[in-house]
Antibody
Framework: QVQLVQSGAEVKKPGASVRVSCRAF????????IHWVRQAPGQGPEWMGW????????NYVQKFQGRVSMTRDPSINTAYMELISLTSDDTAVYYC????????????WGKGTTVIVSS | EIVLTQSPATLSLSPGERAALSCRAS??????LAWYQQKPGQAPRLLIY???NRATGIPARFSGSGSGTDFTLTISSLEPEDFAVYYC?????????FGQGTKLEIK
């Protein structure tokens, strides 16, 4: 069964950093980009960027440039998203997702990782 | 960045009725538009991609139409499980963007 399993919820203080993991099961990890999307409470989803698990190439949304880093470890089929210099505006659910086999839209999603930033 | 504006923000209907949800783009996205359904505490679920193609396992009562800047998601006869929040998303221009959502609630 194709699935993405994410790490557990995090509570961080302002100024700290957070790393979220996303482990892939049931498909060829190197075959599909991993996308990271976040959703603040009561808001629509927001794209953060993607990583090519095969090459390690990344593409970040400009808003997050300098604060986000997406990496991967192909040996354990896992992608990571690290966000630094957290503020309360970063409180959100963070999702990883992959495109479908026959289209370029996200049809497999992780369950999400809640990140709360609070002093 | 392409802004997607969804309307209405909330739509109140009864089971069995027809629902039409709108998504308008700030510039043309050609046919590169998708619709997702999201229920509380769950990740979004892909319903429609490239304007009018149903994703795997999506019932035929869901359909999509439009092109350029104006798009519509239609649910022909609402089932109880269809009451949720719906988002449109474009992949025409990076950064890819989502609308702010339409909440479909039971009347």
């Amino acid at each position: 069964q194709v699935q993405l399993v994410q790490s557990g919820a995090e509570v961080k203080k302002p100024g700290a950093s957070v790393r979220v993991s996303c482990r892939a099961f049931g498909y060829t990890f190197n075959g599909y980009y991993i996308h990271w999307v976040r959703q603040a409470p009561g808001q629509g989803p927001e794209w953060m960027g993607w990583i090519n698990p095969k090459s390690g190439d990344t593409n970040y949304v400009q808003k997050f440039q300098g604060r986000v880093s997406m990496t991967r470890d192909p040996s354990i089929n896992t992608a990571y998203m690290e966000l630094i210099s957290l503020t309360s505006d970063d409180t959100a659910v963070y999702y990883c997702a992959k495109y479908g086999v026959s289209h370029y839209y996200m049809d497999v999603w992780g369950k999400g990782t809640t990140v709360i930033v609070s002093s | 960045e392409i802004v997607l504006t969804q309307s209405p923000a909330t739509l109140s209907l009864s089971p069995g009725e027809r629902a039409a949800l709108s998504c308008r783009a700030s510039q043309s996205v050609s046919s590169y538009l998708a619709w997702y359904q999201q229920k509380p505490g769950q990740a979004p679920r892909l319903l429609i991609y490239d304007t009018s193609n149903r994703a795997t396992g999506i019932p035929a009562r869901f359909s999509g139409s439009g092109s350029g800047t104006d798009f519509t998601l239609t649910i022909s006869s609402l089932e109880p499980e269809d009451f949720a929040v719906y988002y449109c998303q474009q992949r025409s221009n990076w950064p890819y963007t989502f609308g702010q959502g339409t909440k479909l609630e039971i009347k």
